[in-house]
């Protein structure tokens, strides 16, 4: 095959982890990633209504943008996200409209929210060995290791979510995902054992509530919540939804 003569630009775009929670044999250590501006391939994929009705428009465009020679799977969840904006951003620019109901009118309005305003969370990475973080849980004082989630994890939570609703008819709750990020706990890494300690009730509201909070503190991500005004003057802090439709401006779908 005829080696094209079009060259797509592409550029180098920091991940909000750093490339911090990789070890330093994976080429997503390197703290960037290359990315070329979506083309109309891209925008084929997005507008594919099989693979919006599946769910994996996003991801199949992302994957194709990516120059850098990644396992994508391997990006933590908050890198992929911080990918995505970026991926926005040279596509179609900083600016990005979307339509708020004003509290005060019950009317909709348009606004404005420049993408490149929207910041990495700022992370204390020091808590992290080897991928982990130690935390001892201040009421029962048992001690958790724990990770940060990859794209893999995700998926994996999704369809393990997905089966057990089938099976039983309802949906389990957040703590589901504890099963997967918490590593050990009094240093025992058998999965069992951790399954154990969510499920047997061991772990305790009084010790699990601030558990997701400090998990949250030192999860690298995007900042996807910003301020906007209103016509009337009002203020508001909304998140900027990362939906199919952050993709399609002037597209008509």
């Not at 929210?113 to 201040?138: A, C, H, I, R």
């Not at 990859?150 to 089938?166: G, Y």
């Not at 050990?184 to 069992?192: C, E, L, P």
């Not at 400090?214 to 209103?230: A, K």
């Amino acid at each position: 095959m005829a080696e094209s003569k079009f060259t797509v630009p592409t550029e180098m775009v920091d991940l909000p982890s750093k490339g911090l929670l990789y070890p330093s044999t994976n080429a997503l250590s390197s703290g960037s990633i290359e990315l070329k501006y979506m083309t109309a391939k891209e925008e084929d994929i997005l507008t594919n209504v099989n693979l919006l009705r599946q769910g994996i428009a996003i991801e199949k465009m992302l994957k194709s943008i990516i120059k850098s020679p990644i396992n994508y799977e391997d990006l933590v969840v908050g890198d992929r996200n911080g990918l995505l904006v970026a991926a926005r951003i040279l596509a179609y620019g900083k600016d990005y409209t979307l339509k708020i109901t004003n509290p005060n009118t019950g009317e909709a309005e348009e606004v404005n929210v420049d993408l490149q305003t929207l910041k990495y969370k700022e992370v204390d990475f020091s808590v992290f060995q080897n991928g982990e973080v130690t935390y001892e849980l201040p009421f029962t004082k048992n001690v958790v290791t724990f990770k940060i989630l990859t794209v893999a994890d995700d998926k994996q939570i999704d369809e393990d979510i997905k089966a057990i609703k089938k099976t039983l008819g309802y949906e389990p709750g957040a703590s589901e995902r504890l099963k997967y990020q918490i590593t050990s706990v009094n240093g025992d890494r058998t999965q069992k054992s951790i399954r154990d300690f969510i499920d047997s009730g061991a772990l305790l509201a009084r010790d699990s509530n601030p558990l997701r909070k400090y998990m949250n503190s030192v999860t690298p991500d995007i900042e996807m919540t910003t301020t906007v005004t209103l016509k009337d003057g009002t203020t508001l802090d909304i998140d900027v939804p990362m939906t199919s439709e952050f993709f399609f401006p002037g597209l008509g779908v």
